[in-house]
């Protein structure tokens, strides 16, 4: 953070009930703008009564504030993911003078003492000049279950140990990669032990102390539902492209919103956990779909942090995605991190489909970094493997463990041509589709029925295991064996149960070629494992499904579809008879592969890029709305929410004002440019009602400025004469009072010859591009496409725009582009040039301007504003509908907000929009 920014951490001390929380309310909308109820900061309680929380302000500046305790919200959930009311009453501190704070420096703790006791020396205040160094900062690491093996003797006492196969089988080379950094762990310690009350602060103690690990301890039930309900029995399933649309007995599935609600209280305890461990300059790392909605909770709270998502599963495709019915807030709060990884480009693909589909945001590509910009942040997006620590597997080798589990495997399977699998017991891993194969092949060729050995590990997992898949791969074993099988040979080892590292490591040295066959899954680093177990010997082959998202990266690989029972044969009965020189070539080259990918350079470099994805949003200082399902959701500074009473205030004081007011999504409801909304779209009866009262005042110049025809202008404005209407982006003008429509050039000295060729190609893509359409107006073409295929129309357009600008270069026109449209039109005729005539013809410059527009096309106006009207002789508030990049200073919601806005001059008296108790003493005053 630079210097332009302060991190204050205010620290209180306050006696609350369990209903009841502590929160901030001051000068500044990062301190709540007064508003204690509906934006006040909410402190974190970290001990009894002791209660915190830091905010960016900007540097050198007085704030004014005090402290409130208001009722919690009946649900955190329906805060996040509804339109909660908020709490409904509080209780602030009573003393007459406001606690005072001026900013300074790069880091302050405020200590406040007891709350509604005035403690307001300077003497709370302690300056924290250090900066913090990336290698001091804190890692919070959070995950479903803590990398930790526990263990209860018979006497009730604990033990806990690394547990080395956790994080998929990472966790080493993951402790390791982390170096030196402090981390600190939080998720559920993995016991089957029943844990008691008593036990919990033992045990948390002893975990913090010796693991750094913070572990949580949820009921059983409720861990059931999250896991095996909702994780398992609806995440996975979909992510993996597997959809359950009937249930066993032919049923319709339904979906059960308590598993839901579930995993949101799951998570929810996740946040409180990592927001009582955070600190300064922390940075947080979320793994995996167990936490996809974390994000959105630690946002709420830590503004401006670090927060990385790495997802370990595949992401579905986006028609796949869209059965989920909290398929928004589930990407709503993935879009709450900073950076998001995947293993591969293809899920990343999806996602950002989805992205388009389901919330309607589109990528930004630059420089290899690919983001999407949601609710006024950047997200990053990242798209890089994790690996393994070829060490761990290297050094085992050698143990005795494994040497002698080899020498028994390699003996019993002596002259035999060994095909090796490790699966976990699961349908979409495809065992049954590999036993297929095999038995194909034992038909097709008779002299390997007693040369080949199948060695299938099906690793049982509890919420995983069904019934039907468990029999139907036991009578398939049995078959096997049967028919081919002989009282010295058994073609099928199969082994349903976990398998020891040791054993693992000599199952992979001994096993000629691994062979795995899943219909869908994640990256899979068991191939990964095999090739480094057998680089001494270099003999080690791959028959992998081209489904399994590390069969890309390997070029030695056979990559074939699994559903294919004689190409899959096929392709043992050529492993089998490989030369073994290329066996060998091809081995070294993926061996060179997996130890240049390992788990400790993946680490670094996606922690590099975590320290440094979040610098676009670190002037955010307040998240007004929590997750961000909407666009309409963080206040930046110098970029506020606008006061109704600011603005009562001071038209009330001046007698020259202008107004200067956009249509489409301003006065209109949408700015969609959808046909149909499109062409009925029509201004509030309320507006048009506000309007003609304004403009009943002779001391208020109004005009509407839009890029709509004359004709639909006049259809919606003519009766009154007394409003100024810009057509056309101002191309085409009408006075106040006047009838005559005016034009801001010649249109006959135009150069119009581009029409014609621009409309040919907008024609070409129109044809090509099922539900866009062309919007033909006097100086300037349309091209919208919001009712076609959201990732074909973007597409379109951008491939439009590159054809256009080449085409149109050294011309008197532009391209512009706009959320679902295309536009051409004069460079030098736009909403800005338009709001220079209007001051042009005013006697006096206005000493009050309000100007609010919804899109590009209206940062014309609020540039020319910005720098041509001085500050001491115009009080100018420029705003934009929703929050998005702007040149405005200040944003309303939505456009029913600009309508309460204009209802509240016409009154001369505040609205029940306005914002905060702040207003109300504004406006008295």
Known sequence: MTQEYTRVTFIVS?????????????????????????????????????????????????????????????????????????????????????????????????????????????????????????????????????????????????????????????????????GSRKVLWVGILNTSFEVSDDEVPLIRKELFDKFQCYPLFIPKATLTKFYQGFCKGV???????????????????????????????????????????????????????????????????????????????????????????????????????????????????????????????????????????????????????????????????????????????????????????????????????????????LESIQKYRDQVVLYQVAVPKAARVQERIRDEIRNRVKRINERFGTPHHTPVEYVENDIPFAERVALYRVTDALFLTPIRDGLNLIPYEYL??????????????????????????????PWSPKKLADSIDLVIQRDPQEVKGRHVADTNYVKSHTTEKWIESFLKDLETANEPV???????????????????????????????????????????????????????SSRMEHAWARPHDKAIGNLQRLADDRRNTIYILSGRTTEILESNFGDFRAIGIAGEHGF????????????????????????????????????????????????????????????????????????????????????IAGFGWLQVRYRAINKGTMVSRILGSMLQEPSFVLCIGDDRTDEDMFSYLDDHLEPTKSTVFTCTVGIQPSRARYYLRHSDEVVNLLGSLTTNELRSSVSSPEDVKTAIL
């Open 14 to 178: 306050c006696s609350t009930t369990d209903t009841e929380r502590v929160v901030i309310a001051g000068s500044d909308p990062a301190l709540g703008g007064w508003d204690p109820l509906r934006r006040g900061v909410k402190l974190t309680e970290s001990s009894h009564g002791l209660w915190s929380v830091t905010v960016s302000l900007r540097a050198g500046k007085r704030y004014e504030y005090k402290y409130y305790v208001v009722e919690k919200e009946d649900s955190d959930t329906a805060t996040l993911f509804s339109k909660s009311p908020g709490p409904q009453s509080c209780r602030g501190e009573t003393f007459d003078i406001n606690r005072k704070l001026t900013t300074s420096g790069q880091a302050m703790e405020i200590s406040d003492g007891e709350f509604n006791k005035s403690a307001l020396g300077e003497s709370r205040i302690k300056l924290i000049e250090k900066v913090v160094d990336q290698a001091e900062r804190v890692l919070i690491i959070a995950l479903y279950r803590l990398p930790i093996i526990s263990q209860r003797d018979s006497d009730g006492n604990w033990s806990f140990d690394w547990d080395d196969d956790a994080l998929y089988s990472t966790s080493v080379g993951f402790r390791k990669g982390i």
């Open 235 to 441: 995440l996975w399933p979909i992510f993996h492209t597997v959809n359950h649309v009937s249930d066993q007995n032919g049923h319709t599935s339904e979906f059960d919103d308590g598993l839901w609600k579930v995993y949101n209280e799951v998570n929810e305890v996740f946040a409180k956990a990592v927001i009582k461990l955070h600190e300064v300059g922390a940075m947080i790392w979320i793994h995996d779909y167990h936490l996809m909605v974390l994000p959105a909770y630690l946002r709420k709270q830590l503004s401006g942090a670090h927060i990385g998502f790495f997802l370990h599963i595949p992401w579905p495709s986006s028609e796949a995605y869209r059965i989920l019915p909290m398929r928004e807030k589930i990407l709503a709060g993935l879009l709450s991190s900073s950076l998001i990884g995947f293993n591969l480009f293809d899920y990343t693909r999806h996602f950002l489909s989805a992205c388009v589909r389901i919330l309607n945001v589109q990528q930004e590509s630059s420089r290899g970094t690919i983001g999407i910009s949601y609710g006024g942040r950047h997200v990053v997006i990242r798209v890089s493997h994790i690996g393994i620590h070829p060490e761990r597997f290297s050094d085992a080798i050698s143990t005795s463990s494994v040497q002698e589990i080899q020498s028994r495997l390699r003996e019993k399977y002596k002259g035999k041509f060994v095909l090796g699998g490790i699966d976990d017991l699961d349908f979409i891993k495809g065992i049954s589709l590999k036993l297929e194969a095999f038995e194909t092949l």
């Open 732 to 815: 085409y003008y009408r006075e106040p009072w006047d009838t005559e429509w005016k034009t801001q050039k010649n249109v006959e000295l135009l150069d119009r010859s581009w029409i014609e060729s621009v409309h040919k190609i907008m024609q070409s893509y129109t044809r090509r591009t099922d539900g866009s359409y062309i919007e033909v107006k006097s100086v300037g073409l349309v091209w919208h496409y919001a009712d076609a295929d959201p990732e074909f129309g973007i597409w379109q357009a951008k491939e439009m725009q590159q054809h256009l600008r080449d085409v149109l270069r050294g011309t008197e026109v532009e391209v």
């Open 532 to 561: 480094i177990s057998t680089e001494d010997s270099g003999n080690g082959q791959l028959i992998l499904s081209e489904f399994i998202g590390c069969s890309r990266a390997l070029s030695s690989a056979l990559r074939l579809n």
């Open 618 to 672: 670190q002037n955010v200082l307040y998240l007004g709305l929590g997750l961000g399902i909407g666009k309409r959701l963080v206040e930046f500074a110098g970029y506020s929410r606008l006061s109704i009473a600011e603005v009562l205030k001071s038209y009330r004081s001046s007698d020259r004002r202008l107004f200067l007011l956009d249509y489409d999504g301003t006065l209109t409801s949408t700015a969609s």
